[in-house]
């Protein structure tokens, strides 16, 4: 027999009794012998449950219920037993087997235990929407928090790239810096080397080249040249106008000098001013 084999029930029985025969032969010996155990077992159970013993009180009455079946009081009593342990659908059955018995209920008692069943069966309800929302908060948690440390470990990754990225920028600024400056360097270093001398041999080798003869030009007759004028434009200083004159503005103490009656002693220039300019 493997696990998913019913379990047989192969016992051999005792006797030779028609089945549901025992409790009603208990019955009959009990009242031939004078014992009213119907009536003893209700009391009881009656005792029991005033004091507050409903398990006991709900075993006698089952007790009494197997020895007479249709005993409408009992059912009834048990009806009460159950509902006063909140298993409000079982004592209503047990209502409905009292009535079938010929026993009439109390008005408005019924009523009271469907009341009372419903109103269990939406707390029940209640209480199983609010295990599933609690375990929905849970789940909502678990997963805020899930989110949070994912969320941390995103900053701390966008922190080190952030960083890797400076370093990177710094390295390549540096490495630029050094191409220019070797970059200028070779410039420098070009434009400093001397064009090396020409070999004597290689001139002495050279054929001669016959020039024609032309008669001298007459020099040029050198003419002196008078005193210059500058007139001043819009942002001429002083320094300006001997580098546009001179070319450097190294020469701005003379034209001042030159022109001490027009600027009376200042450097200060008004645009219009005509200024001398000596040689």
Not at 194 to 206: D, K, L, N, Q
Request: glycine fraction near 6%; include cysteine.
């Amino acid at each position: 027999m493997n696990a998913l084999d019913p379990i047989p029930f192969d016992e051999l029985p005792r006797g030779a009794a028609a089945p549901g025969r025992g409790a009603r032969h208990i019955a009959e010996v009990l009242e031939d012998r004078g014992v009213d155990a119907s009536a003893d077992l209700y009391d009881e159970a009656v005792a029991l449950a005033r004091d507050g013993q409903l398990a006991r009180s709900r075993d006698r009455l089952r007790m009494l219920l197997c020895l007479d079946p249709h005993d409408g009081q009992a059912h009834l009593l048990l009806a009460k037993v159950l509902a006063a342990q909140n298993r409000w659908t079982d004592g209503i059955a047990e209502l409905d087997a009292s009535t079938a018995c010929g026993l009439r209920l109390p008005p408005g008692l019924r009523d009271s235990f469907e009341a009372r069943r419903d109103a269990k069966e939406r707390d029940t309800r209640t209480e199983k929407v609010m295990a599933a929302t609690r375990g929905e908060l849970g789940a909502l948690r678990e997963e805020a928090r899930r989110l949070r440390a994912e969320n941390t470990r995103l900053e701390r990754q966008v922190r080190d790239l952030s960083d890797k990225s400076r370093l990177w920028m710094s390295a390549t600024v540096v490495v630029c810096v050094v191409c220019v400056i070797a970059l200028l360097g070779a410039v420098f270093a070009s434009g400093d080397t001397e064009t090396p001398p020409v070999s004597e041999e290689i001139v002495e080798a050279a054929p001669p080249v016959l020039v024609p003869h032309e008669a001298p030009e007459p020099a040029a007759e050198v003419v002196p040249e008078g005193p210059r004028s500058y007139i001043v434009v819009g942002g001429d200083n002083l320094s300006v106008v001997s580098e546009k004159v001179y070319g450097t503005s190294a020469r701005w103490e003379e034209i001042r000098d030159a022109n001490e009656a027009v600027l009376h002693g200042t450097n200060s220039l008004q645009i219009g001013m005509e200024l001398s300019i000596p040689d």
